[in-house]
């Protein structure tokens, strides 16, 4: 199974020039942390002995934290700006002005993101998601697709961390989350990209409901609690 696990990412690996010493370096940081997340009051020996790191090396990666990325802020705006009424004119995204009680900085700072009201405008506006017109910024997509390779990797992030956390959590009777896949072979391409575009389809109905929820709830009451649903679609022709 780790085999399988593993296959993509030294997929990931060859294309970002990253060789076995720093996945080396990657794995033991990774190991020391886990142990120490799951028994803080664990002695270097201990650690040593659950993961095979040796101690000088446990010492030396104390501490060291496993960044694991946000997600996108200007993402949180957009989803803000498409489902607070504030922010709503006949049930669309209204065109917002820059500044004001109900503009795009006082929305910004509502999706309480940690990102300048500057620097998240100048990402939409990079990525087509808005346009600025005059004295006035106008929503044109929700669709926030990652240009640079640094965003992309972001998003990739924020999206496989927690299924693959939901993944190995069930695996090892730690949680019991919901997590299925539909698998369907020997179709043709043509049935395959018809049920890519249904699946394409149905899933984004899916998640703008959960998403206008998601929202209700918190503005009636926030809590410390992360909830993350998500879809995807592969297809491949087969090996013969």
Do not use: C
Not at 26 to 39: F, G, H, N, P, T
Request: avoid cysteine; proline fraction near 3%; charged fraction near 25%.
């Amino acid at each position: 199974m780790l085999l399988a696990l593993l296959q993509p990412v030294a997929k990931f690996m060859i294309d970002g020039g990253i060789g076995l010493a720093a996945a080396v370096e990657l794995l033991k940081s990774a190991l020391v942390a886990e142990s120490y997340a799951q028994a803080p009051n664990a002695s270097a020996s201990h650690v040593s002995l659950m993961t095979g790191v040796h101690r000088k090396d446990i010492k030396r990666l104390e501490g060291v934290s496993q960044p694991l990325g946000k997600a996108s802020a200007a993402a949180r705006v957009l989803t803000l700006w498409q489902n607070d009424p504030k922010y709503l004119e006949g049930g669309r995204p209204r065109t917002l002005t820059r500044h004001g009680d109900s503009g795009f900085d006082a929305l910004v700072g509502s999706a309480k993101v940690d990102a300048a009201p500057a620097t998240v405008l100048s990402l939409l506006l990079s990525s087509g998601n808005v346009v600025e017109e005059g004295e006035v910024i106008r929503f044109v997509t929700a669709s926030m697709v990652p240009h640079d390779r640094e965003e992309k990797m972001r998003a990739a992030v924020a999206t496989l961390v927690p299924h693959l956390e939901t993944t190995i959590g069930n695996l090892i009777g730690e949680t019991e989350h919901w997590d299925q896949a539909l698998r369907h072979s020997h179709l043709s391409r043509r049935a395959a990209d018809e049920l890519e575009a249904d699946a394409t389809r149905m899933a984004l109905e899916m998640l703008k409901t959960l998403n206008q929820k998601a929202i209700a709830l918190q503005q009636k009451e926030e809590g410390d609690t992360l909830f993350v649903a998500g879809t995807f679609v592969n297809k491949k022709v087969q090996d013969q």
